[in-house]
């Protein structure tokens, strides 16, 4: 065990720009703990981090930009999908620290090019786009698959004069311009910060629930469970890969955070807890039983969650709730990762599957 302020110590040695606004507010959910009465369930609001709509890549994003700052870039180039969350707050961060972004889009033929959703607040930001359509949409594009693209963009700013950064794609995997797992430290932080306010309800954290996508949520989070309170399981709820897949992410970033913080401690492979039985239709595909896990907590508690990512989360707790996976007089924390503006964009979708129509 290593105390709280040893921990903060560390943390603090990575260079960082002030961008959200923290700690994120927790609080219970009381309507849901009342309906499943065995069960405490609280939410941690990382979806109210602040700039651009918020999410959780505002505070990797802190780490991240400071990274850039650093090296010196005046040019920030990312990648991920038409609907990226990453991208959005890449793009704003950018913005208020004066660099430019550059995104690359990929789009499959189901999503839309319209400008709505994050698409555009891509655009009202004024980020560089270059689309590229897919047939296929591999969610956790590491550089090696976008490699051409990036190579490209690179030497054309490069002939602009400007000195480019690679951003890894949701600022989690060590790769690019990125050496250190930045993103990882950023929710290593967030397990402190839940548990220093849970310290002070005297609730002691048994699950936390999370959407797991490029694996840095949850690999910070594993890292300050085994750290301070080890009997605390970070669930993660797949969106994009296979459970072995999301696995082998969590599981490198992991390595490479330790190492980064020089803490030497064994994460096996069974303390990463991933499902991917909600991965269903796939990546970004909302579904019946997620749009009403939307309408569900919207109704229950005036919160809004995301197609792509939280949706799928929550769909996944309350599945997990009905088949027991919990014990009895457990406390469950629902971080919510934000992602709310991809909601527009699903706007047929949601008023079929909840059917709705204007009277
Ligand atoms: C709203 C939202 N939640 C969760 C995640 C997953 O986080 P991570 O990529 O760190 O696994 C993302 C990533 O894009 C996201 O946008």
Not at 44 to 68: H, P, S
Not at 84 to 104: D, F
Not at 212 to 228: E, F, H, V
Request: proline fraction near 3%; charged fraction near 25%.
């Amino acid at each position: 065990m290593i105390s709280i302020q040893d921990l903060k110590n560390k943390i603090k040695k990575f260079p960082r720009v002030k961008l959200s606004f923290l700690p994120t507010p927790f609080e219970k959910l009381n309507n849901l703990s009342a309906m499943f009465k065995y069960y405490n369930i609280f939410i941690k609001r990382d979806d109210q981090t602040g700039l651009a709509f918020g999410g959780n890549k505002t505070r990797k994003l802190e780490f991240i930009m400071a990274d850039v700052l650093h090296q010196k870039a005046n040019c920030v180039i990312t990648w991920a999908g038409v609907q990226s969350n990453w991208c959005r707050q890449l793009t704003a961060a950018a913005k208020k620290l004066k660099i430019k972004p550059v995104l690359l889009l990929f789009k499959k033929p189901a999503f839309s090019k319209e400008y709505d959703g994050n698409l555009l607040l891509d655009l009202i930001l004024d980020a560089e786009i270059k689309i590229i359509e897919v047939e296929k949409e591999k969610k956790t594009m590491e550089l090696s698959d976008v490699k051409d693209f990036v190579e490209e963009i690179v030497k054309k700013e490069k002939q602009k004069g400007n000195t480019p950064y690679i951003a890894p794609i949701g600022g989690s995997l060590v790769e690019g311009s990125m050496s250190v797992p930045l993103g990882a430290i950023a929710y290593l932080e967030v397990f402190l910060e839940l548990y220093e306010q849970t310290m002070a309800e005297k609730i002691k954290i048994d699950s936390v629930i999370i959407a797991t996508g490029s694996g840095s949520t949850q690999a910070g989070l594993i890292i300050g469970a085994k750290l301070l309170s080890p009997w605390t399981r970070i669930v993660g709820i797949c969106v994009s890969e296979d459970k072995e897949t999301m696995r082998k992410y969590v599981k490198n970033i992991i390595e490479h955070t330790l190492s980064a913080i020089n803490i030497k401690e064994k994460i096996e492979d069974k303390e990463i807890i991933v499902f991917d039985d909600y991965l269903k239709e796939g990546y970004g595909v909302l579904n019946q039983e997620v749009a009403q896990a939307i309408a569900f907590l919207a109704r229950e508690e005036g919160i809004f969650l995301d197609p792509v990512y939280t949706g799928k989360a929550m769909a996944g707790m309350l599945d997990l709730i009905k088949n027991g996976y919990f014990r009895e007089g457990e406390n469950i924390v629902f971080l919510h990762t934000g992602g709310t503006p991809a909601l527009f964009p699903y706007r047929e979708k949601f008023i079929s599957f909840l059917k709705k129509k204007l009277g």
